[in-house]
């Protein structure tokens, strides 16, 4: 293809925890040279910074009053994403239960919602050559207009098992419990649940592997793609 024949495209990657969100995201964004957007580490980011600056997670007025305060850098190559707040690296520290467990709390609030969508909107429409952005409410709410809309799925006994693999020595039934009250905070908050977008393609990953989940995204991206 000549180069600036292809028009950017832009993938939207939706669905609940230990789904293969992440690994399919990068994986397919490496794979046809797009830029990669883990939205889930923007809400993680803010979070970390609203516990270290000591704000009362309880208190959603509270959060909402310094929601505009962290400046929060994602870099977006699927090869080595990072994302820095005030200037320090976090991407360990994002990913402590401390952060997890209060993630949901944080994101239900509609102005921490609405400053990072509008981080990942101009993160999304200043990918030269596309972008994969994976989330919860990306294809419904964050970029409604995406070229392509994938929703990930998978049983609650695959998706826990997956996830105490990544959290090693995790107990398999305290995950699947925390995953199961996770999606249903993330599915009733009322500012951009997770939600399944209608012309979402819906793929179930229960029975596949890493690398069929991976193939069958690249596939309809190519699609969409031939089809312009």
């Not at 209608?198 to 309809?220: F, G, H, K, P, R």
Request: proline share 5%; aromatic share 2%.
């Amino acid at each position: 293809m000549e180069n600036g024949a292809a028009k950017p495209v832009i993938v939207a990657i939706d669905g609940p925890a230990g789904t293969g969100k992440s690994s399919t995201s990068k994986a397919v964004a490496a794979q046809l040279g797009l830029s990669y957007l883990d939205t889930g580490a923007q809400y993680r980011a803010i979070t970390w910074w609203m516990v270290n600056n000591g704000i009362d997670i309880d208190d959603p007025s509270a959060i909402a009053a310094v929601a505009g305060k962290p400046e929060i850098v994602s870099g977006t190559d699927p090869a080595g994403p990072t994302i820095t707040v005030d200037g320090i690296d976090v991407a360990g520290p994002i990913r402590t239960q401390e952060v997890s467990s209060k993630v949901s709390a944080v994101s239900a609030v509609p102005e921490v919602r609405t400053r990072i969508t509008e981080l990942q909107r101009s993160l999304a429409t200043s990918a030269q050559d596309g972008i994969v952005v994976e989330g919860r409410d990306i294809g419904t709410t964050v970029l409604p207009d995406a070229d392509l809309k994938v929703f990930l799925t998978a049983s609650p006994e695959a998706r826990a098992a997956r996830r105490s693999g990544e959290l090693k020595g995790a107990d398999v039934h305290a995950t699947r419990e925390a995953l199961i009250k996770r999606d249903a905070a993330d599915s009733s908050r009322k500012t951009s649940p997770l939600a399944k977008a209608d012309d979402a393609v819906e793929v179930d990953t229960t029975d596949l592997t890493l690398q069929q989940v991976i193939e069958c995204v690249v596939t309809l991206v190519e699609e969409k793609r031939a089809g312009k």
